[in-house]
């Protein structure tokens, strides 16, 4: 079975794994949370890598952080998926005809106020990024049997805006991958199981 195939018949299993809620505070949030994307790229290799970004440090919102290619799902966007294409196109210059698109997968509503849908694509191993240097200062791999291995999601809490927070955080060499992006990695993890 190809790992496209193993992708498709974990995102089309019936039984709906144990979902994180998202780290929403009701009274933060609107009433219509805004749409956004982000593309999941699992590397077509024997040892499947997922590709992450780093924010540049300049960044209004998110500074420093680790992402998913990603952003709001704009209003000439067909769909989630056209959404996370043009943003991974955008932000790394990774071309939508390289993505094989498998589905979207669980969303996730953050504290942000943004409904976010997690889209799954496969890509050929080593390509070429070109960070948009506005808003990415790195692109990177990491294992994907790493990041969805529960040993290696690690829960925490802090103080945030007077209320206790409790989010997920995934460390990996030097980067630390927490919030939004490691709970939508914690919620892959429980749909696909076949990965350990």
């Known amino acids: 079975m190809t790992l496209a195939e193993r992708l498709r018949a974990a995102l089309a299993h019936d039984h709906a794994p144990m979902l994180l809620p998202g780290d929403s505070v009701p009274s933060l949030v609107a009433d219509e949370p805004a749409a956004a994307a982000v593309l999941v790229a699992i590397t077509d290799r024997p040892e499947p890598g997922v590709i992450l970004t780093q924010r540049t440090d300049s960044m209004r919102r998110h500074a420093g952080q680790v992402a998913f290619p990603g952003g709001r799902i704009d209003p000439e966007d067909k769909d ?52 948009n240097e506005a808003e990415v200062a790195d692109v990177f791999e990491v294992p994907l049997a790493f990041v969805l291995d529960p040993a290696n999601q690690v829960q925490a809490s802090a103080e945030w805006q007077g ?6 955080e995934i460390n990996w060499h030097d980067r630390r991958i927490w919030g939004a992006t490691a709970a939508m990695m914690v919620n892959l993890s429980r749909r696909l199981r076949w990965v350990a």
Do not use: F, K, N, Q
């Not at 209320?163 to 997920?168: A, D, G, Q, S």
């Open 80 to 131: 989630a998926a056209a959404a996370a294409l043009r943003e991974a196109e955008e932000e790394i210059a990774l071309p939508r005809a390289a993505v094989e698109v498998i589905g979207a997968a669980d969303p996730y509503l953050t504290v942000t106020g943004y409904s976010v849908t997690p889209v799954i694509g496969v890509i050929a191993p080593d390509l070429a990024y070109r960070p």
């Open 163 to 168: 209320r206790t927070r409790t989010y997920y």
